[in-house]
């Protein structure tokens, strides 16, 4: 990727760049908790965006994406914006630098990536954080700290895509460490690694490629649901929330309301079970909780899909000890942990009966957790 990234800006900018990565996402347990002030456990995987970049000395940025072979060029004021929606990550990013009052100026670039788009592991954050760690290099001296540097990916979402999401992705592109995952508390914004190598063990994702869009999406409306449901109970998140408080009050909320609330109570409880488990290497307890996550996330949060219920059933089927949907929902991946001598069998079956069922294969992801944002010299 860094030849093909290298040889195009060459031809197009003629100057020498400096390249940046950042990752994309897997998320072990912890799913729609983050803005709920509860815990997430992602890691960095080796799937990254990177970007060569280099100062032009103006005040436009110039910007060919090499995966989509499309070219735009954009100023740095809020009425820059660029109509198209990939760039507007890029812009979103530049502007938040600059509201925070740091400097951005122009600057010419060409990116690429080997994330898969609309699976679930966050290739958007993955571009947010390549670009807020770059423009943190590039013209600010590092100064901007790696926490504010994932809230500017963050905001950019918020504020330029339309995307009302939580602090992980963008917290997992940053901070992601080689073998290790980590856990999050999105109230406190503590955080602690854990390294994770399940001997025995595989962690594979099957993408169903069905296509989620979160832009305009039921994502927000789940938002809304649960910052209701905290509203009625006087607390500030869902973090605060109890199931005796939530029964207390159940007249007060919706139907939907309530199934939401109970969800993302229970899988708060879920994260710390499952950093327990590990610590004592109890796969088979991480597996069941993935499993019951998975049914939350189907039954009472609703954002999973008929493809994606189906995977997870064919898992159980296999035996695997744990799988469920990964990310925010409406279609991309489950994510399965397989014991080493059932892999085969499983991904054999779940090709095949897939295939069988939908007209295609789910494409099989196996993941080495690595380091988020990063120069690459
Ligand atoms: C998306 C959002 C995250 C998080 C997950 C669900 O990936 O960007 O902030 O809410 O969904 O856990």
């Not at 609330?261 to 991480?286: M, W």
Request: aromatic letters at 10%; hydrophobic letters at 35%; proline letters at 2%.
């Amino acid at each position: 990727m860094k030849d093909l990234i290298s040889q195009l800006f060459h031809q197009r900018f003629a100057t020498t760049p400096v390249f940046y990565a950042s990752s994309g996402r897997i998320n072990l347990i912890g799913e729609h908790t983050d803005y709920n002030g509860g815990f997430v456990f992602p890691g960095a995987i080796d799937k990254c965006i990177m970007a060569a970049i280099n100062v032009n000395g103006t005040d436009k940025v110039r910007v060919f994406s090499a995966d989509l072979q499309q070219y735009t060029e954009f100023g740095l004021r809020e009425e820059d914006a660029p109509a198209e929606q990939w760039a507007r990550y890029i812009f979103g990013v530049c502007r938040e630098i600059i509201k925070r009052g740091f400097t951005v100026n122009g600057f010419d670039t060409v990116f690429a990536g080997n994330v898969p788009l609309g699976a679930g592991l966050s290739s958007s954050a993955a571009l947010e954080s390549c670009f807020a760690y770059a423009l943190n290099d590039l013209f600010n001296e590092n100064k901007i700290d790696k926490f504010e540097l994932a809230k500017i990916g963050q905001s950019t979402e918020h504020n330029y895509c339309g995307v009302n999401c939580g602090i992980m992705d963008q917290f997992a592109s940053v901070f992601g460490k080689k073998n290790c995952l980590m856990r999050l508390d999105c109230r406190s914004l503590e955080y602690e690694y854990f390294p994770f190598d399940p001997q025995g063990y595989k962690l594979v994702l099957v993408n169903s490629k069905v296509k989620h869009e979160l832009v305009d999406s039921p994502y927000n409306k789940r938002r809304q649901s649960c910052e209701r449901v905290a509203a009625t109970l006087g607390v500030e998140t869902l973090r605060d929330a109890t199931i005796d408080m939530l029964n207390e009050k159940k007249d007060l909320v919706s139907e939907e309301d309530y199934k939401r609330a109970e969800y993302v109570i229970g899988e708060k409880q879920r994260v710390l079970d499952v950093c327990d488990a590990l610590q004592r290497s109890d796969y088979e307890t991480v597996g069941r909780l993935m499993y019951e996550t998975h049914h939350g996330l189907s039954q009472q949060y609703e954002v999973s899909c008929e493809e994606l219920d189906f995977l997870n059933d064919i898992a159980k089927e296999c035996g695997v000890t744990g799988s469920r949907i990964m990310g925010g929902g409406f279609g991309g991946c489950t994510i399965n942990l397989v014991k080493d001598e059932l892999y085969d069998h499983f991904i054999q079956v779940a090709k095949e009966r897939f295939n069988e069922k939908y007209g295609h294969e789910p494409i099989i992801i196996d993941v080495v957790i690595s380091d988020g944002a990063r120069r690459c010299d």
